[in-house]
């Protein structure tokens, strides 16, 4: 990372920092509630109470295209002196135990990582005599062949094991007692002198585990995505591979201003039923989150949500959000982040095959349900994917209306590819019909961000879309700042602005808003076949449009491959007076040996407003790396801005150039630069030549009043665009020459 010498406090940046961030998978039984089921996820199966009994679903193999549960249901509980009533089972959960209340008996299943022991609790006040308890059990795996416990369903390799029963007595003894098969299932038998002997209430109890000789493979996160909750934190939803068919769901949080790890895991699907391709976003007003997901397999998949309050303390159900007979997937969602509203409301988007093509649908829903029905955003003809929405609806606080920026990918039946945009307010209302913005080709990632606090010279607030494109081995980042359907200066690549990173392939974007810059996360290799590593770079909008405060830093460690990037801040969430490590990068990280792991990284904004746009890049120097400057300031004419030049050989002589034009000659003057400026006659900041530290830094402030030019020095005046370039000396094989930094424009407003 770079920085920037501490000096002039009110016109010099601070870059943000980085610092890691530990979100850690949970390694404990996890527990999704909802009505009528309980449900826990240890680390061989999942497991699960309703009205019809306990189901035990083991982790046999983690590919494996379909689960093999066994379902347990207490059949009948007998005495010498009759049978003894079974109330329909009301299922309830008690911490890390399952429960079925049946009246005068209660199963327990208390969960733990490595099984489930089963504890039948009978009041023995009622019970005469000897006592048998009976289960019925349903299962695809082969039926026991030991006619006494322990039982195993399945074979000597893979499957469930019912251990042997014992009665757990007042004074803490374990008595065995026999278990025999049933045409059925099993049946558990307590003489009559144990259960004479076991005070108040019976309590009987085998153990039920996974059996399997085979390793299940590891986890491989599938998805995650982050949203953030003033006062709350970060959230980090996690899509976690249970087996190829089942996803499950949850949460983690990561309190402010904390490092880690990851505290107060709110389960949202544990269920057999696969939930993937989890978005999410959060509100401080009612401390909620919510979650879309895609819910079901191939056709039959839909978009579903659930609501949560951001202190995990309870849930509400899944409810279906897209058209009930159109398989839909990849959705995502925004929280309104304005206006007065207590019961905030929420945007989810989503890709929906209709009869012939795939379309971008959109619905507004709040933590009670649909306020709007489907609302279909393309223009219809094209398959429409990648459908993306910003985390919020505009700068928080009460004083502006509700508006969401919708982007999504557009291809014809030609192969032509277009980045779409509109704009769509809390009660659904499109602001104007979506419009291409940008030609494409092999897009894998689109972004969409709010607008933030920034102004421009007509006092509007653009948002921000980025997306990849390029050919199919060599993706470039490319970003359009936009107020209303128009573009602010041009569609800007982010790839060639940084310099660094020309040459590689960049894919995934994602994009999250603080008070005045924008981060913007995603995938970057060297080379085809090479690790994805994990990189950052910010900005914010000028008058020319997204402009480079800092580019191409990269977050995730060496080795391994990364992948599934994500971004939110806390003045997303609602924050806004939000400041250092307001900003939460998470990605998955593949190590060299297999494991898999959510990793994450703060970040700090950018204190300074961007004054200049990148343009022309640099070449390499004797560092190894690109000249790069950048440029801060208000724009305004009667200001000091400041330029900065990173990355140039330490102790070198510096200086800056400026012209009223720009060009491009490379290795101008037989060195090793590209000259950037055109025109006639250049300006030389000759007054201020510096060495360059040995940071491999130079900075210089600039007074729009005194730009020196070949007679003098002239005034810049509103609406004039200069540019600047830094020249400096090198060596290279031992030879001296020089070098050039890329060039910067800078548009001077009033």
């Known amino acids: 990372m770079s920085f920037l010498l501490v000096a002039a406090a009110t016109l010099l940046p601070q870059l943000p920092s980085v610092s890691p961030a530990r979100i850690e998978l949970p390694d404990h039984v996890l527990h999704d509630d909802r009505e009528g089921a309980h449900w826990a996820l240890g680390g061989t199966y999942k497991a699960g109470v309703d009205g019809e009994g306990f ?21 009948a509980v007998r005495t010498d002196e009759g ?16 429960t079925l209340d049946r009246g005068a008996i209660l199963e327990r299943y208390e969960c733990r990582m490595d099984g489930v022991e089963q504890i039948i609790e009978i009041d023995a006040s009622a019970l005469r005599g000897a006592v048998r308890v009976e289960y019925a059990v349903e299962t695809t795996l082969a039926p026991p062949s030991q006619p006494q416990a322990p039982f195993l369903f399945g074979d000597a390799e893979a499957g469930v094991r019912v251990g042997e029963a014992h009665v757990l007595t ?29 005070g108040e209430t019976l309590r009987i109890d085998p153990v039920i585990s996974t059996i399997s000789v085979h390793d299940p493979g590891d986890p491989e996160v599938r998805s995650i995505d982050v949203c953030a909750v003033a006062s709350f934190g ?29 505290t107060n895991v709110i389960s949202l699907d544990l269920t057999p039923t696969n939930h993937a391709e989890p978005a999410i976003a959060g509100t401080p007003l009612g401390d909620e989150i919510m979650v879309a997901a895609t819910r079901g397999l191939g056709a039959d998949r839909r978009i579903h949500a659930r609501w949560a309050r951001a202190n995990g303390t309870g849930a509400n159900d899944w409810f279906q959000v897209s058209l009930l007979d159109f398989e839909a997937h990849t959705p995502d969602i925004g929280v309104e982040t304005t206006g007065n509203n207590f019961i905030r409301r929420y945007v989810i988007v989503w890709s929906d095959f209709a009869l012939v093509s795939w379309d971008v649908v959109g619905k507004v829903v709040d933590r009670n349900g649909e306020i709007t029905g489907p609302l279909f955003l393309g223009v219809g003809g094209s398959d429409e994917t990648i459908p993306a929405v910003s985390s919020g609806s505009g700068p928080p606080g009460f004083g502006s209306e509700a508006e969401f920026r919708v982007a999504f990918l557009s291809e014809d039946i030609q192969g032509t590819q277009e980045i779409q945009t509109t704009v769509l307010d809390r009660d659904g209302n499109l602001a104007f019909p979506s419009s291409a913005i940008a ?21 509007s607030s653009p948002h921000l879309v980025v997306w990849d494109s390029g050919p199919s081995q060599l993706g470039d980042l490319h970003a359009a700042a936009l107020t209303g359907d128009s573009v602010v200066g041009a569609i800007r690549n982010l790839s060639q602005m940084s310099g660094e990173s020309a040459g590689r392939d960049q894919r995934s974007p994602a994009i999250a808003a603080s008070a005045e810059q924008w981060f913007v996360t995603y995938q970057e290799r060297s080379i085809v076949g090479s690790p994805w ?38 003045w997303e969430g609602g924050d806004t007076g939000a400041g250092s490590d307001s900003a939460l990068a998470a990605w998955v990280n593949a190590s060299s040996g297999g494991d898999t792991v959510v990793d994450g990284s703060f970040l700090g904004p950018v204190d300074g407003d961007v004054a200049g746009i990148q343009y022309c890049p640099a070449n390499p120097n004797s560092t190894g790396r690109r000249a ?28 800056v150039l400026t012209a009223r034009e720009s060009a491009f000659v490379p290795n101008v003057g037989g060195g090793q630069g590209n000259l950037c400026l055109g025109g006639v006659g250049f300006g030389r900041f000759s007054g201020a030549i510096g060495p360059v530290d040995v940071e491999g830094r130079y900075e210089l402030f600039i007074d729009p009043g005194s ?21 400096f000396r090198d060596a290279m094989g031992g030879m001296p020459v020089s070098n050039l930094s890329n060039g910067v424009a800078i548009t001077f407003g009033s």
């Open 439 to 459: 030609q494409a080709s092999n897009v894998r990632g689109v972004a969409a961000s709010s607008a933030n606090e920034t102004t421009l010279p007509d006092g």
């Open 533 to 570: 590593e994990t990189k950052m770079c910010s900005g914010d909008v000028a008058v020319l449009g997204f402009g480079l405060a800092e580019r191409d830093q990269r977050m995730s460690a060496p080795g391994g491959s990364s992948y599934l990037t994500s971004v939110a801040t806390l």
């Open 55 to 75: 189901g035990y679903y083991p982790l046999l193999d983690r590919s494996a295209a379909e689960h093999r549960p066994v379902h347990f249901t207490l059949a």
């Open 83 to 98: 049978p003894v009533p079974l109330l329909p089972p009301d299922p309830g959960r008690d911490g890390d135990v399952l």
């Open 170 to 198: 007042d004074a803490g003894a374990r008595l065995p007692v026999p278990s025999v098969r049933t045409a059925a299932g099993y049946a558990i038998d307590v003489p009559a002198e144990i259960v004479a002997t076991a």
């Open 234 to 262: 970060h959230y980090v939803v996690v899509e976690f591979p249970f087996l190829s068919v089942d996803s499950d769901i949850f949460v983690l949080r990561i309190p402010p201003g904390s490092s880690g790890p990851a």
């Open 628 to 655: 790069w400057m950048t440029a801060f300031g208000d724009n305004g004419v009667a200001t000091t801005h400041l330029v900065v030049c990173e990355d140039a050989p330490p102790g070198a002589a510096c200086f």
């Open 707 to 727: 730009i020196p030019q070949p007679n003098g020095t002239t005034s810049a005046v509103v609406g004039e665009t200069w540019y600047f370039q830094a020249w």
